[in-house]
């Protein structure tokens, strides 16, 4: 399929498109909604669709949509996009900055979905002139950032039905723009949060052994917990707990009577993640019966490991090869950050990618989740590109394993 001349065709789509594209993505950034309140970007989504002659279908409960492209004949390849903005003040001197107080795209979700709209409006022209050979399903999904993400109530409402493989992108800006991070395998942890409210009687600090002193058992349970989950699972599956609010009494000379604690647990395997809630709670108990308090445990499952399926990562790779040049798939780390992508990794086969979005030679630190992210905006048409081509790569192959499946795995 690729041996047409598809990267002229993307390059004469990015010749009218890409300006209006980098436009929409500036508009959702000034814009920027939090998760499962995206009601002005889902329904910016839904215009520019519609204006193209697609039909979105909005999800329930009023934020994201779902829309298809072509025939129901052939495979269904999906591709996926997340909506939603952090709850973070935008802290660059940009003209798209945030109009939102305390509100930022500040992950790259304006990017993702830019990408994907313009990936869908060139498959739409490819499937009026009878070159799609299948159906493709845009989602765009609201609250990847809120636990356990949005991707629950994409596949509640079917969203993934009848779709044969899925992919998705996101930005990256340690990698370069024209480059593609991929990686077979776990490419992102798992993510669960926690907390644990401790209870005693409370007391005078100057008769601690009267009473059940609540701090300092707060503090152990701080701290050991941490070190006995080390030694409890293999160390290769990383399991971390990391606290982020500890909190009890409110006066120097009295033993509260109630404190809480709260942070994430984050691990790189699955089965690890599946037994981390059992072996949390058994070590809290331990800890809580020696120093003779009360332990209450919440344990908020949040996502799984994003778990990349082999034949896709290499349809990722050849479709950049095609569109970037040789050279543009490059290994890329797993991650300990949570990704509601898994989800659809648990019901279909599909594959995640790191998308470069920092300008060739900038050496500045600037990572996601925080104010001063930024993205060089060539990244949209690349990003374009690299879907576009892997969607046609994936219809045309029905989805099967391409020739050259036992290719060497992209790891880090």
Not at 247 to 270: F, H, K, M, W, Y
Request: hydrophobic fraction near 40%; charge should be negative; aromatic fraction near 4%.
């Amino acid at each position: 399929m690729l041996a047409r001349d598809l990267r002229g065709e993307l390059d004469a789509f990015l010749r009218v498109h890409e300006r209006p594209l980098i436009d929409f993505r500036r508009d959702l950034h000034a814009h920027p909604e939090l998760g499962f309140v995206e009601y002005r970007t889902t329904e910016r989504i839904a215009e520019r669709l519609t204006e193209a002659g697609l039909t979105p279908v909005p999800l329930p409960r009023g934020t994201g949509l779902i829309c298809d492209i072509g025939s129901g004949d052939g495979p269904t390849v999906a591709l996926r996009a997340d909506i939603d903005a952090l709850p973070l003040p935008d802290e660059k001197d940009v003209p798209y900055r945030s109009t939102v107080p305390g509100v930022c795209h500040a992950c790259g979700h304006d990017v993702h979905t830019a990408i994907v709209l313009g990936t869908g409006l060139f498959l739409a022209e490819q499937a009026a002139a009878g070159l799609l050979p299948g159906r493709v399903r845009l989602i765009f999904q609201p609250a990847e950032e809120v636990m356990p993400g949005g991707a629950l109530r994409v596949l509640e409402a079917g969203g993934i039905s009848g779709v044969d493989r899925i992919f998705g992108l996101h930005c990256d800006p340690r990698l370069e723009v024209g480059q593609l991070g991929l990686r077979v395998g776990p490419i992102t942890g798992a993510c669960d949060k926690v907390s644990v409210r401790v209870a005693g009687p409370g007391g005078h600090t100057a008769r601690p052994h009267l009473t059940a002193d609540l701090v300092f058992a707060l503090a152990k349970i701080v701290t050991e917990l941490p070190a006995a989950l080390s030694r409890r699972v293999d160390p290769r599956v990383s399991l971390s707990l990391v606290w982020g609010r500890v909190q009890a009494g409110s006066v120097a000379n009295a033993i509260p009577d109630d404190g809480v604690a709260e942070g994430t647990i984050r691990c790189l395997d699955e089965q690890a993640w599946h037994e981390a809630p059992d072996l949390f709670k058994s070590l809290l108990d331990s800890v809580a019966i020696a120093y003779g308090v009360e332990a209450e445990m919440n344990y908020v499952r949040g996502v799984p490991p994003t778990i990349n399926e082999s034949t896709s990562v290499h349809m990722l790779r050849d479709a950049a090869g095609h569109v970037l040049g040789p050279d543009a798939a490059v290994p890329t780390p797993q991650s300990l950050g949570g990704e509601d992508f898994g989800w659809y990794l648990e019901s279909v086969p599909g594959a995640y990618a790191r998308l470069g979005v920092r300008t060739p030679g900038d050496t500045r630190r600037i990572d996601i989740h925080q104010g001063t992210f930024d993205v060089d905006e060539k990244c949209v048409g690349v990003g374009v590109g690299v879907l576009a081509a892997t969607a046609l790569t994936a219809l045309w192959d029905g989805c099967r394993a391409p020739a050259d499946e036992a290719a060497e795995p992209v790891t880090a």
